[in-house]
Protein backbone atom coordinates (compact mmCIF):
# COMPACT_ATOMS: atom_id res chain seq x y z
CA UNK A 1 0.00 0.00 0.00
CA UNK A 2 2.75 2.41 1.16
CA UNK A 3 4.82 1.68 -2.34
CA UNK A 4 1.38 2.60 -4.60
CA UNK A 5 0.92 5.36 -2.86
CA UNK A 6 4.68 5.97 -2.99
CA UNK A 7 4.76 5.49 -7.15
CA UNK A 8 1.39 7.48 -7.33
CA UNK A 9 2.82 10.45 -5.86
CA UNK A 10 5.83 9.71 -7.53
CA UNK A 11 4.00 10.30 -10.98
CA UNK A 12 1.96 13.25 -9.70
CA UNK A 13 5.46 14.76 -9.32
CA UNK A 14 6.48 14.03 -12.70
CA UNK A 15 3.05 15.16 -14.14
CA UNK A 16 3.75 18.34 -12.45
CA UNK A 17 7.34 18.70 -13.59
CA UNK A 18 6.59 17.96 -17.18
CA UNK A 19 3.55 20.06 -17.01
CA UNK A 20 6.26 23.15 -16.29
CA UNK A 21 9.60 21.51 -18.00
CA UNK A 22 6.49 21.82 -21.72
CA UNK A 23 5.57 25.22 -20.93
CA UNK A 24 9.56 26.37 -21.93
CA UNK A 25 9.64 24.66 -25.07
CA UNK A 26 11.55 27.16 -27.16
CA UNK A 27 10.02 28.63 -30.60
CA UNK A 28 12.52 28.33 -33.25
CA UNK A 29 12.72 31.93 -35.53
CA UNK A 30 10.54 32.17 -38.48
CA UNK A 31 13.15 32.49 -40.70
CA UNK A 32 15.14 29.35 -39.37
CA UNK A 33 12.62 26.92 -41.48
CA UNK A 34 14.17 29.18 -44.37
CA UNK A 35 17.47 29.02 -44.23
CA UNK A 36 17.42 25.52 -43.75
CA UNK A 37 15.17 24.87 -47.02
CA UNK A 38 17.36 27.82 -48.99
CA UNK A 39 20.76 25.91 -48.00
CA UNK A 40 19.15 22.13 -48.78
CA UNK A 41 17.82 22.95 -52.20
CA UNK A 42 21.32 25.16 -52.90
CA UNK A 43 23.22 21.84 -51.58
CA UNK A 44 21.00 19.43 -53.47
CA UNK A 45 21.44 21.60 -56.54
CA UNK A 46 25.18 21.98 -56.38
CA UNK A 47 25.68 17.94 -55.43
CA UNK A 48 25.05 15.14 -58.23
CA UNK A 49 21.51 13.86 -57.88
CA UNK A 50 21.13 10.61 -55.90
CA UNK A 51 17.27 11.01 -57.21
CA UNK A 52 18.58 11.47 -60.53
CA UNK A 53 21.17 8.31 -60.26
CA UNK A 54 18.32 6.70 -58.95
CA UNK A 55 15.84 7.57 -62.12
CA UNK A 56 18.89 6.58 -64.49
CA UNK A 57 19.11 3.66 -62.49
CA UNK A 58 15.42 2.73 -63.11
CA UNK A 59 15.55 3.50 -66.87
CA UNK A 60 18.60 1.72 -67.59
CA UNK A 61 16.80 -1.21 -65.70
CA UNK A 62 13.56 -0.76 -67.84
CA UNK A 63 16.16 -0.49 -71.16
CA UNK A 64 17.52 -4.04 -70.19
CA UNK A 65 14.25 -5.54 -69.90
CA UNK A 66 13.04 -3.86 -72.84
CA UNK A 67 15.90 -5.00 -75.21
CA UNK A 68 15.87 -7.99 -73.64
CA UNK A 69 12.16 -8.71 -74.87
CA UNK A 70 12.35 -6.89 -78.12
CA UNK A 71 15.50 -9.28 -78.97
CA UNK A 72 14.38 -12.48 -77.57
CA UNK A 73 10.89 -11.77 -79.18
CA UNK A 74 12.41 -11.33 -82.87
CA UNK A 75 14.37 -14.40 -82.05
CA UNK A 76 11.56 -16.72 -80.81
CA UNK A 77 9.68 -15.62 -84.09
CA UNK A 78 12.27 -16.51 -86.05
CA UNK A 79 12.32 -20.24 -84.57
CA UNK A 80 8.59 -20.21 -84.68
CA UNK A 81 8.90 -19.39 -88.15
CA UNK A 82 11.27 -21.90 -88.77
CA UNK A 83 9.80 -24.72 -87.08
CA UNK A 84 6.91 -24.07 -89.13
CA UNK A 85 8.87 -23.69 -92.97
CA UNK A 86 10.45 -27.39 -91.36
CA UNK A 87 6.95 -29.17 -90.36
CA UNK A 88 5.26 -28.36 -93.62
CA UNK A 89 8.47 -29.50 -95.73
CA UNK A 90 10.29 -32.53 -94.09
CA UNK A 91 7.29 -33.60 -91.67
CA UNK A 92 7.25 -34.21 -87.73
CA UNK A 93 10.42 -36.26 -88.24
CA UNK A 94 12.86 -33.01 -89.03
CA UNK A 95 12.05 -32.23 -85.24
CA UNK A 96 14.48 -35.74 -84.17
CA UNK A 97 17.09 -34.62 -86.86
CA UNK A 98 20.57 -32.67 -85.72
CA UNK A 99 20.16 -30.49 -88.05
CA UNK A 100 17.12 -28.53 -86.81
CA UNK A 101 18.37 -28.30 -83.20
CA UNK A 102 21.91 -27.17 -84.81
CA UNK A 103 20.11 -24.50 -86.77
CA UNK A 104 17.89 -23.84 -83.52
CA UNK A 105 21.35 -23.64 -81.49
CA UNK A 106 22.76 -21.11 -84.19
CA UNK A 107 19.94 -18.74 -84.22
CA UNK A 108 19.93 -18.65 -80.47
CA UNK A 109 23.81 -18.13 -80.18
CA UNK A 110 23.27 -14.90 -82.86
CA UNK A 111 20.66 -13.46 -81.25
CA UNK A 112 22.26 -13.94 -77.86
CA UNK A 113 25.39 -12.14 -79.09
CA UNK A 114 23.69 -9.23 -80.77
CA UNK A 115 21.90 -8.96 -77.56
CA UNK A 116 25.43 -8.98 -75.62
CA UNK A 117 27.00 -6.38 -78.12
CA UNK A 118 23.99 -4.06 -77.83
CA UNK A 119 24.42 -4.23 -73.69
CA UNK A 120 27.76 -3.55 -74.26
CA UNK A 121 27.78 -0.71 -76.63
CA UNK A 122 24.91 0.70 -73.82
CA UNK A 123 27.26 0.15 -70.89
CA UNK A 124 30.37 1.87 -72.86
CA UNK A 125 27.73 5.37 -73.92
CA UNK A 126 26.45 5.69 -70.34
CA UNK A 127 29.86 5.38 -69.00
CA UNK A 128 31.47 7.99 -71.04
CA UNK A 129 28.43 10.65 -70.24
CA UNK A 130 28.93 9.65 -66.56
CA UNK A 131 33.10 10.83 -66.97
CA UNK A 132 31.72 14.14 -69.17
CA UNK A 133 29.45 15.42 -67.00
CA UNK A 134 32.39 14.98 -63.65
CA UNK A 135 34.86 16.90 -65.50
CA UNK A 136 31.73 19.49 -66.22
CA UNK A 137 31.50 19.42 -62.10
CA UNK A 138 35.41 19.65 -61.53
CA UNK B 1 1.27 11.51 -45.25
CA UNK B 2 3.65 9.47 -43.14
CA UNK B 3 7.12 10.22 -42.11
CA UNK B 4 8.37 6.96 -43.97
CA UNK B 5 6.38 8.19 -47.21
CA UNK B 6 7.94 11.63 -46.92
CA UNK B 7 11.53 9.92 -46.39
CA UNK B 8 10.92 8.29 -49.74
CA UNK B 9 9.78 11.52 -51.72
CA UNK B 10 13.09 13.09 -50.46
CA UNK B 11 14.79 10.26 -51.68
CA UNK B 12 12.89 10.36 -54.70
CA UNK B 13 14.12 14.08 -55.52
CA UNK B 14 11.50 15.86 -54.01
CA UNK B 15 13.44 18.10 -52.20
CA UNK B 16 10.55 20.44 -50.37
CA UNK B 17 8.93 17.28 -49.07
CA UNK B 18 11.59 17.80 -46.19
CA UNK B 19 9.70 20.81 -44.95
CA UNK B 20 7.57 18.63 -43.41
CA UNK B 21 10.49 17.45 -41.18
CA UNK B 22 12.06 20.92 -40.68
CA UNK B 23 8.13 22.23 -39.57
CA UNK B 24 7.42 19.10 -36.81
CA UNK B 25 10.58 19.19 -34.98
CA UNK B 26 12.95 22.56 -35.66
CA UNK B 27 11.23 23.44 -32.25
CA UNK B 28 12.33 20.64 -29.84
CA UNK B 29 15.86 20.97 -32.10
CA UNK B 30 16.41 24.37 -31.11
CA UNK B 31 15.68 23.34 -27.59
CA UNK B 32 17.91 20.85 -27.51
CA UNK B 33 20.67 22.85 -29.22
CA UNK B 34 20.04 25.60 -26.50
CA UNK B 35 20.54 23.38 -23.40
CA UNK B 36 23.91 22.37 -24.92
CA UNK B 37 25.03 25.70 -26.61
CA UNK B 38 23.57 28.14 -24.42
CA UNK B 39 22.71 30.90 -26.78
CA UNK B 40 20.36 31.11 -29.28
CA UNK B 41 22.46 31.83 -32.25
CA UNK B 42 24.81 29.56 -31.47
CA UNK B 43 21.63 26.66 -31.02
CA UNK B 44 20.45 28.39 -34.52
CA UNK B 45 23.21 27.53 -36.71
CA UNK B 46 23.73 23.92 -35.10
CA UNK B 47 20.00 23.20 -35.59
CA UNK B 48 20.09 24.30 -39.33
CA UNK B 49 23.84 22.42 -39.77
CA UNK B 50 21.74 19.14 -38.24
CA UNK B 51 18.87 19.27 -40.54
CA UNK B 52 21.56 19.95 -43.49
CA UNK B 53 23.36 16.90 -42.66
CA UNK B 54 19.94 14.66 -42.04
CA UNK B 55 19.08 15.75 -45.54
CA UNK B 56 22.67 14.50 -46.80
CA UNK B 57 22.29 11.18 -44.93
CA UNK B 58 19.14 10.61 -45.50
CA UNK B 59 19.34 7.08 -47.21
CA UNK B 60 21.19 6.19 -43.63
CA UNK B 61 18.22 6.48 -41.78
CA UNK B 62 16.57 2.86 -41.24
CA UNK B 63 13.03 3.17 -40.07
CA UNK B 64 14.17 1.09 -37.05
CA UNK B 65 13.98 4.25 -34.97
CA UNK B 66 11.48 7.21 -34.76
CA UNK B 67 12.83 9.63 -37.38
CA UNK B 68 12.84 12.29 -34.57
CA UNK B 69 15.13 10.36 -31.96
CA UNK B 70 17.34 9.98 -35.55
CA UNK B 71 17.14 13.74 -35.72
CA UNK B 72 17.91 14.77 -32.28
CA UNK B 73 20.97 12.04 -31.76
CA UNK B 74 22.60 14.42 -35.09
CA UNK B 75 21.64 17.54 -33.35
CA UNK B 76 23.22 16.48 -29.66
CA UNK B 77 26.39 15.29 -31.61
CA UNK B 78 26.70 18.92 -33.96
CA UNK B 79 26.16 20.71 -30.73
CA UNK B 80 28.26 18.71 -28.73
CA UNK B 81 30.57 18.98 -31.43
CA UNK B 82 30.28 22.65 -31.99
CA UNK B 83 30.75 23.81 -28.26
CA UNK B 84 33.29 20.76 -27.64
CA UNK B 85 31.63 20.92 -24.10
CA UNK B 86 32.34 18.05 -22.06
CA UNK B 87 28.10 16.84 -21.40
CA UNK B 88 28.34 14.23 -18.93
CA UNK B 89 31.82 15.73 -16.90
CA UNK B 90 30.76 15.54 -13.15
CA UNK B 91 29.86 19.65 -13.39
CA UNK B 92 28.93 22.14 -9.91
CA UNK B 93 25.71 23.81 -10.46
CA UNK B 94 26.33 27.30 -10.36
CA UNK B 95 26.06 28.60 -6.71
CA UNK B 96 22.44 29.63 -5.56
CA UNK B 97 22.88 33.41 -4.87
CA UNK B 98 20.03 35.16 -4.46
CA UNK B 99 17.60 32.69 -3.41
CA UNK B 100 14.73 33.36 -1.38
CA UNK B 101 13.32 31.46 1.08
CA UNK B 102 9.97 32.41 0.71
CA UNK B 103 8.38 28.94 2.50
CA UNK B 104 7.30 26.64 0.00
CA UNK B 105 4.77 26.90 -2.44
CA UNK B 106 3.55 25.04 -5.38
CA UNK B 107 4.83 26.19 -8.84
CA UNK B 108 1.77 26.22 -10.67
CA UNK B 109 -0.99 27.89 -8.32
CA UNK B 110 1.55 30.66 -7.39
CA UNK B 111 2.70 32.21 -10.43
CA UNK B 112 1.57 33.44 -13.56
CA UNK B 113 2.57 31.38 -16.40
CA UNK B 114 5.14 33.57 -17.84
CA UNK B 115 6.45 34.13 -14.78
CA UNK B 116 6.81 30.54 -14.29
CA UNK B 117 8.51 30.16 -18.06
CA UNK B 118 10.78 32.63 -16.61
CA UNK B 119 11.59 30.60 -13.24
CA UNK B 120 11.42 27.17 -15.25
CA UNK B 121 14.23 28.80 -17.82
CA UNK B 122 16.35 30.50 -14.81
CA UNK B 123 16.22 26.75 -13.02
CA UNK B 124 17.62 24.41 -16.33
CA UNK B 125 20.31 27.39 -16.44
CA UNK B 126 21.69 26.77 -13.37
CA UNK B 127 21.43 22.94 -13.77
CA UNK B 128 24.98 20.79 -15.80
CA UNK B 129 23.40 21.07 -19.20
CA UNK B 130 23.58 17.37 -18.99
CA UNK B 131 20.76 16.91 -16.58
CA UNK B 132 19.05 19.88 -18.32
CA UNK B 133 18.83 18.29 -21.45
CA UNK B 134 17.38 14.96 -20.17
CA UNK B 135 15.09 16.47 -18.16
CA UNK B 136 13.89 18.44 -21.86
CA UNK B 137 14.35 15.05 -23.33
CA UNK B 138 12.13 13.34 -20.98
CA UNK B 139 9.09 15.66 -20.14
CA UNK B 140 8.60 17.84 -23.35
CA UNK B 141 8.81 15.35 -25.67
CA UNK B 142 7.94 12.16 -23.84
CA UNK B 143 10.92 9.98 -24.90
CA UNK B 144 11.47 6.74 -23.43
CA UNK B 145 14.36 6.09 -21.25
CA UNK B 146 15.91 3.87 -24.45
CA UNK B 147 14.99 6.87 -27.35
CA UNK B 148 17.14 8.93 -24.71
CA UNK B 149 19.96 6.53 -24.39
CA UNK B 150 20.14 6.43 -28.48
CA UNK B 151 19.98 10.19 -28.79
CA UNK B 152 22.94 10.94 -25.86
CA UNK B 153 24.81 7.70 -26.55
CA UNK B 154 24.59 6.67 -22.61
CA UNK B 155 23.67 3.35 -21.49
CA UNK B 156 19.97 3.28 -20.49
CA UNK B 157 21.04 2.66 -16.72
CA UNK B 158 23.01 5.40 -16.86
CA UNK B 159 20.42 7.42 -18.40
CA UNK B 160 18.19 6.36 -15.46
CA UNK B 161 20.36 7.61 -12.94
CA UNK B 162 21.32 10.80 -14.39
CA UNK B 163 17.38 11.39 -14.88
CA UNK B 164 16.64 10.42 -11.48
CA UNK B 165 19.08 12.85 -10.24
CA UNK B 166 18.05 15.47 -12.29
CA UNK B 167 14.73 15.49 -11.25
CA UNK B 168 15.87 15.23 -7.91
CA UNK B 169 18.67 18.50 -8.36
CA UNK B 170 15.40 20.47 -10.27
CA UNK B 171 13.51 19.92 -7.04
CA UNK B 172 15.84 21.02 -4.65
CA UNK B 173 16.67 24.47 -7.00
CA UNK B 174 13.41 24.93 -7.30
CA UNK B 175 13.09 25.09 -3.49
CA UNK B 176 16.02 26.75 -2.50
CA UNK B 177 15.95 29.54 -5.35
CA UNK B 178 12.13 29.81 -5.31
CA UNK B 179 10.74 28.73 -2.01
CA UNK B 180 9.09 26.33 -4.62
CA UNK B 181 8.21 22.67 -3.84
CA UNK B 182 6.83 20.25 -6.46
CA UNK B 183 4.08 18.39 -4.79
CA UNK B 184 2.43 16.88 -7.88
CA UNK B 185 -0.67 18.17 -5.82
Known amino acids: MIIMMKKYNEKKVDDEISQIISSTKMKAPENLKYRIMHQIEYESSLTPKHSQKYKKETKENGNVLKDLGSIYGVMYAVIALMTIIAYAIEGVEFYLSTEYWATVSFVGFVFSLFWLVSRLDGHLKSKSKYTGEKDLQN | ?185
Open chain 2, 1 to 185: MNENQCVQQVLSGNTSAFKHFVESYQDMAITIAFRICGNMQDAEDVVQDSFVKAYKNLRSFRAESKFSTWLYRIVYNTAVTFTKSQMWANTQVAPLENAIQVGTNSLEKQFEETEREEIVADIMAKMPKGDALLLTLYYMEDNSIKEIAKITGLNESNVKVKLFRARKLFGDLAISNYGLQITGS
